[in-house]
């Protein structure tokens, strides 16, 4: 018998106060096109390459943040993604540790992070 549950992440949920500027930033960091429309008024599915990112302003509430990373981006070449984030005026939270990683916040403060993989 298999398993009814799938060990792979669908989409991750990121509580925004704006739909169409959060698609605007997020769709700027990743090189995106704007793609797609704004479903039922609140939803926004990024175009990824893998697990998807959905921006949602219907459940955004300052207490529904995330304060810790929940997930990653990733990147080739750590030290260039941080230059590209610091150039975009993002709020880059830590310095690269490790020489691994480093978090940042979007502009509704939910920390993110992007790792070299």
């Not at 830590?94 to 993110?112: A, R, V």
Request: net charge negative.
């Amino acid at each position: 018998m298999t398993h009814p549950i799938q060990n792979q992440i669908g989409t991750v949920f990121i509580p925004v106060s704006n739909i169409e500027k959060a698609r605007d930033w997020y769709s700027d960091i990743l090189g995106l096109k704007t793609v797609g429309e704004i479903q039922f008024g609140h939803l926004y599915v990024l175009p990824m390459e893998g697990a998807g990112i959905v921006l949602d302003s219907k459940i955004y509430s300052e207490n529904h943040i995330y304060k810790t990373p929940a997930f990653h981006l990733n990147t080739k070449d750590i030290k260039e993604a941080f230059q590209f984030m610091k150039k975009k005026g993002v709020n880059i939270t830590t310095e690269i540790e490790h020489d691994h990683y480093f978090n940042f916040q979007d502009p509704d403060g939910n920390m993110l992070m992007i790792c070299k993989c």
